[in-house]
């Protein structure tokens, strides 16, 4: 590249978006040459849509949406490419409080293992169902999203089959708590700060962290086209130095009320900065009596989560395996991984160091990249192709 590059990226107003924000806000894309244009979205459709047809150079992308979008799932096929992390973690499971009640009076001995919340959640689906009440509905943000993946497997540990015993609907993020509010659902999974701000409302109660169901899983990339790095190799160079930057600024725990400040615009996530920087703290209320609840690995901006790693990309994978929305092939198995670049990251960073801890989970078996069949015959409630 030479002289300054002109970009149009589009983001979600989600904190997750946290480092791209600060990387152009704050200077970083252009000491790396770029002067970029960041336009805030209502829906990852409209991300994706943008980014595959042109109107975007590159993207705030969902990690399992850029994966579905290389391989033609659900949608026309558009290889993507993520050549830096911007985000792990950072999702919750909010009900509303009647549900929470319900939960609390079904549960044994509390709700503050995922294990035993989703045993009383299975009593209250079967409860329901015999008094012929409407199946709960929650919503997630997209059928390709940890979120989506998060509220699955928590369900299915207690005995829960989601496609057949309730609904999951698909909503933007920031039209979780109005759907909330108006009893359009009972719950739902999104990304930090939309569950704080329906517990600040009185809307909510954070029932899990979604680092309480996935300690690390890759929850946001920065995503390109796979032709874009063809007739521009210098450019994601130039965007990893200037996420990697921001990253690292964004980890000091000094700079969070700057960044919090910066996030609270109304042309970026416009929510009380307060909020936002409770949650890049890991530090968050959780329902309305001002209960709070902390977690270091809440949400996971810097640290060793910028590197993209081709076994996340598997997991992820194998979860759409798991949930039918794709069969198995050796060849997208690949591809899935191809999408996570960390050679380009490497190439720009020359630090190695920052690969990301193993995904986990709360229950369940050990994920091996190279026995994705042996990972879901593990599971009694899922498909099995």
């Known amino acids: 590249m030479s002289g300054t590059q002109k970009l149009r990226i589009g983001f979600m107003p989600l904190v997750d978006a946290a480092t791209l924000i600060v990387a152009v806000d704050m200077g970083f894309a252009r000491a790396e040459g770029l002067d ?47 050549p830096v992390n911007l985000s792990t973690n950072g999702n919750a499971i909010t009900l509303s409080p009647s549900l929470f009640e319900e939960l609390l009076q079904a549960a044994d001995g509390g709700l503050e293992s ?10 209250l689906v079967k409860q329901r169902e015999a008094r012929g009440l409407e199946p709960l509905t929650f ?61 600040d409302a009185g809307l909510g109660v954070i029932l899990h962290f979604g680092c309480e169901i996935f300690p690390r899983a890759a929850e946001k990339v920065l995503a390109l086209r796979e032709s874009t790095l063809t007739s521009d190799p210098l450019l994601a160079t130039a965007l990893v130095r200037a996420v990697v930057a921001a990253a690292d600024f964004c980890d000091k ?108 989970a709360f229950a369940g078996p050990t994920f091996e990249s190279d026995d994705v069949a042996g990972y879901l015959r593990a599971f009694p409630i899922g498909e099995k192709s």
């Not at 849509?49 to 992308?61: S, T, V």
């Not at 995922?114 to 009593?123: D, E, G, I």
């Not at 042309?267 to 909020?275: C, G, I, K, Q």
């Open 114 to 123: 995922p294990a035993s919340s989703a045993r009383a959640l299975a009593k």
């Open 253 to 360: 725990p000094e700079n969070r009320d700057a960044v919090a400040s910066l996030l609270s615009r109304e042309d970026r996530v416009a929510v009380d900065a307060r909020l936002i920087a409770e949650t890049l703290a890991g530090r968050l209320t959780i329902d309305a009596r001002g209960k709070q609840r902390s977690a270091s690995e809440y949400l996971v901006i810097g640290r060793d989560s910028c590197r993209p790693s081709a076994h996340q990309a598997a997991w992820l994978y194998a979860q759409m395996l798991r949930w039918g929305q794709t069969q198995f092939s050796a060849d997208h198995l690949s591809a899935a991984q191809g999408v996570m670049r960390a050679e380009l990251y490497d190439r720009a960073v020359g630090d190695t160091s920052r690969c990301p801890a193993p995904i986990g």
């Open 36 to 82: 970029v244009e960041l336009v805030r979205e209502a829906s990852w459709s409209n991300i994706r849509d943008k980014l595959a047809i042109g109107r975007f150079d590159a993207a705030h992308l969902l990690t399992p949406m850029a994966i579905a979008s290389t391989l033609g799932l659900g949608h026309i096929r558009v290889p993507f490419a993520a």
């Open 139 to 199: 919503g997630m943000t997209f059928p390709f999203s940890t979120h989506n993946y998060q509220l699955r497997y928590w369900m299915a540990e207690g005995g829960i089959d989601p496609d057949r015993d309730l609904r999951l609907v698909v909503l933007p993020p920031p039209f979780m708590v109005e759907s909330l509010r108006e009893g359009h659902v009972h719950g739902f999974c999104v990304g930090a700060p939309w569950n704080s701000v329906a517990v």
